[in-house]
């Protein structure tokens, strides 16, 4: 079965700083690997998939990296909305890695 | 509108049945893979289960292999989850989710991007 490690698991940031969550598959997965973001009492939403493909309608400041087993998670400028959980996932055996939740410093 | 809406949560005891339905809405469903996901309070998302679009492939996660069934009526739009056998662990929101496709230089990506709002099912004394 594949592993999903997300890193780390809650950061702090501010409104406006470059934030990067890693996302390690046990072993190669390609670009089969999905990005999502979910907010307190509310479904995840879709952000990039295949690795690297900007869901219509996700702001361009998300963008995605990686192939094999290591993978990003970039926000290029946090903004205030952006505060929330994100999860990685595989699209092989569907698996979702632990969480990164991003919090307000 | 693209919509999904769980229906059929509640409480449970253990060693209980519950079936869950999702309604889909605004898309032809027939043409997609569902799925279903769960959310145990305070953890992290984990997929349970889901079916081809003829109904024909099904699978699982192991922890719910021979308790859970999933099936869907094209006729009806709708997805659904039967549980039986309910456990304190399967104790979760439980979320259906549209699964698409993009085209791959072997095969295809698949990617959840219609989720509904969930529905409860607590398994409890």
């Known amino acids: 079965d594949i592993q999903m490690t997300q890193s780390p698991s809650s950061l702090s940031a501010s409104v406006g700083d470059r934030v990067t969550i890693t996302c390690r598959a046990s072993?190669?997965?390609?670009?089969?690997l999905n990005w999502y973001q979910q907010k307190p009492g509310k479904a995840p939403k879709l952000l990039i998939y295949?690795?690297?493909s900007l869901q219509s309608g996700v702001p361009s400041r998300f963008s995605g990296s990686g192939s094999g087993t290591d993978f990003t998670l970039t926000i290029s400028s946090l903004q205030p909305e952006d505060f929330a959980t994100y999860y990685c996932?595989?699209?092989?055996?569907?698996?979702f890695g632990g969480g990164t939740k991003v919090e307000i410093k | 509108e693209v919509q999904l809406v769980e229906s059929g949560g509640g409480l449970v005891q253990p060693g209980g049945s519950l079936r869950l339905s999702c309604a889909a809405s605004?898309?032809?469903?027939?043409?997609?893979?569902m799925s279903w996901v769960r959310q145990a309070p305070g953890k992290g998302l984990e997929w349970v289960a889901n079916?081809?679009?003829?109904?024909?492939?099904?699978y699982y996660v192991d922890s719910v292999k021979g308790r859970f069934t999933i099936s869907r009526d094209n006729a009806k739009n709708s997805l659904y989850l039967q549980m039986n056998s309910l456990r304190a662990e399967d104790t979760a929101v439980y979320y259906c989710?549209?699964?698409?496709?993009?085209?791959?230089?072997?095969?295809?990506?698949?990617?959840?991007?219609?989720w509904g709002k969930g529905t409860t099912v607590t398994v409890s004394s």
């Open positions: 989710a549209r699964e698409s496709i993009a085209a791959a230089w072997a095969g295809y990506y698949y990617y959840m991007d219609v």
């Open positions: 605004g898309f032809t469903f027939s043409s997609y893979w």
């Open positions: 079916i081809k679009q003829d109904g024909s492939e099904k």
């Open positions: 072993q190669s997965i390609s670009s089969y």
């Open positions: 295949a690795a690297s």
């Open positions: 996932q595989q699209s092989y055996s569907k698996g």
